[in-house]
């Protein structure tokens, strides 16, 4: 079975451009997350989606947005980057459940982003 | 709100010596505790994780953790590291807050393997 899928791998934007990084979950799952990972914050979740819907949200601004499609697909957009959101961004899916938190999640390898 | 506390930022081990990475959470309920490593350029892999029952789990590449509910800690252990178990370390609690619920990681340990 194939694992979680980031396109592209690495992307480099200039700031105020806006940015849409794609994943494909792991067969099956309906539930896929995305995170941000940098030096300074470390991993912070960013939302969470589930049949198309948002179902949890962390704490970002309204700048970050995602969607999930009918099979599952999801995307994440940035809009009017800042130097501050060059990071690594990851997606993990999983089967489904009561949330994030009580399910085992499947990591992709990342969105390397960097912001000039 | 949850944390997760990593005390260490860098170890360093000698192969063939132990390994306890040391992690300590807070959380107000029972937590859904996981480690996962990360190797370079790469996502997070899942080593092990605790739900409920037994606070001794064992994982995947000889990794076991230890929940101490009264200590608030999920320690990593390994008894005898390789050389390939160079990474970066995160424990991550699974916990509700704000009415959502997310997965929150401690900020990592940088383990490096002196061959």
């Known amino acids: 079975k194939a694992g979680v899928t980031q396109t592209p791998r690495y992307l480099i934007k200039t700031r105020g451009q806006q940015v849409t990084l794609s994943c494909s979950p792991i067969s099956g799952h309906r539930s896929v997350s995305w995170y941000q990972q940098t030096p300074g914050q470390g991993l912070q979740f960013l939302f969470e989606y589930f049949s198309e819907t948002q179902r949890n949200k962390g704490n970002f601004p309204g700048r970050f947005s995602g969607r999930q499609f009918s099979n599952s697909r999801s995307e994440m957009n940035v809009s009017t980057l800042e130097l501050g959101d060059s990071a690594l961004y990851l997606c993990a899916s999983s089967l489904s459940g009561g949330g994030a938190g009580y399910n085992e999640q499947f990591f992709g390898p990342g969105t390397r982003l960097t912001v000039l | 709100a949850q944390s997760v506390t990593q005390p260490d930022i860098h170890i360093t081990v000698s192969e063939g010596a132990s390994l306890e990475l040391r992690c300590n959470y807070s959380?107000?309920?029972?937590?859904?505790l996981f480690w996962y490593v990360q190797s370079p350029g790469q996502g997070l892999q899942l080593l092990l994780k605790y739900f409920s029952g037994d606070t001794l789990v064992q994982g995947i590449k000889g990794f076991e953790a230890e929940f101490k509910r009264s200590q608030s800690s999920f320690n990593l252990r390994k008894p005898s590291v390789h050389w390939s178990d160079a990474a970066e370390y995160f424990c991550a609690v699974g916990a509700s807050g704000a009415g959502s619920y997310q997965l929150t990681f401690g900020k990592g340990t940088k383990l490096s393997v002196i061959p």
């Open positions: 959380y107000g309920a029972t937590p859904y």
